[in-house]
């Protein structure tokens, strides 16, 4: 037996609950992992509520994140003893999840977990810390330096935005973050922004062009914020896209990209190739100041996962949620 929170759905109702489950109820995988810290994302705020309809398939555990040690395997690159981790692949939405005590996945989603960490440090980078990551390889990638000037972070007091903050200042960036929340620049400044502005600034329809203000931005926001992010972009320029907070509508015009040559780059955190999740996860591993998580983190048990997930919805968790399975 082990336990996990179990989502069902019926003609009436919508529930998620803590219950225990037998091995022999956990889905098809060829490695089963004894979990030992999983996150709560945004994705799992939406799964755990029923507020969109996330989940595919009933019943389900959520968890896009996880990370443990293989319990058995018959996947060819792992066995018994391994540290492993997993981000997106649809576990928490189209199979079991990490909020649980245990796991059957596909080894193909699997990696293994860096040296330079332990399982609860990266679940309190989990998809977040992750996804940040991959926004700034892909900027690196478009050319960005640190001599070309301001890098905006938008949806700052997030977990993307949080670790997109560390990140950049740890690279020698110098970051704009942009904030709903004022009173929070103090947490901002010691992750390593230089300045503040309100998200009031870039949440409004905008200008088709705006005064050229960062070389570069990390988005999660999406909607008239994106849009008004790449009107403020200097020339050759980069901004990557990976969140839809603000919704998933791009009202603006080609005129960033063909009059100041600026690239769109969108991120996707869920199916990258395993080269590329094993190069970012031994960045954060190596390449961040890990005494910035205890910043960043907040730890809950299984059983208040359930409450918190809501509050993260409502905007009331600042940074990272971990949870520790396994109390």
Known sequence: MFKAILIDKNTDTYSASVTELNDDQLPDGDVTV????????????????GRSPVVRRFPM?????????????????????????????????????????????????LIPLPKAIN???????GTAGYTAMLCLMALERNGLKPEHGDVLVTGANGGVGSFAIALLAHHGYSVIASTGRPDEADYLKRLGATTIIDRAELSNPGRVLGKERWAAAIDSVGSHTLVNVCAGTRENGAVAACGLAQGMDFAGTVAPFILRGISLLGINSVT???????????????????DLLAEITNEVSLSEAIETAHELLDGKVRGRVVVDVNR
């Open 61 to 109: 555990v959520p968890g896009i994140d996880l990370a443990g040690t293989v319990e058995t395997s018959s996947h060819p690159n792992f066995k018994a003893g391994d540290r492993v981790l997993l981000n997106g692949w649809g576990v928490g939405e189209g199979h079991w999840g990490g909020l649980a005590q245990k796991a059957k996945l596909n080894g193909d989603w």
């Open 119 to 125: 399982e609860r440090q990266a679940m309190a980078i």
């Open 272 to 290: 990258r190739p395993y080269t590329e999740r094993v190069e970012a996860w031994d960045r954060l591993g190596t390449s961040m100041n890990l």
């Open 34 to 49: 004894q979990v030992a810290y999983s996150t709560l994302n945004y994705k799992d705020g939406l799964a755990i509520s």
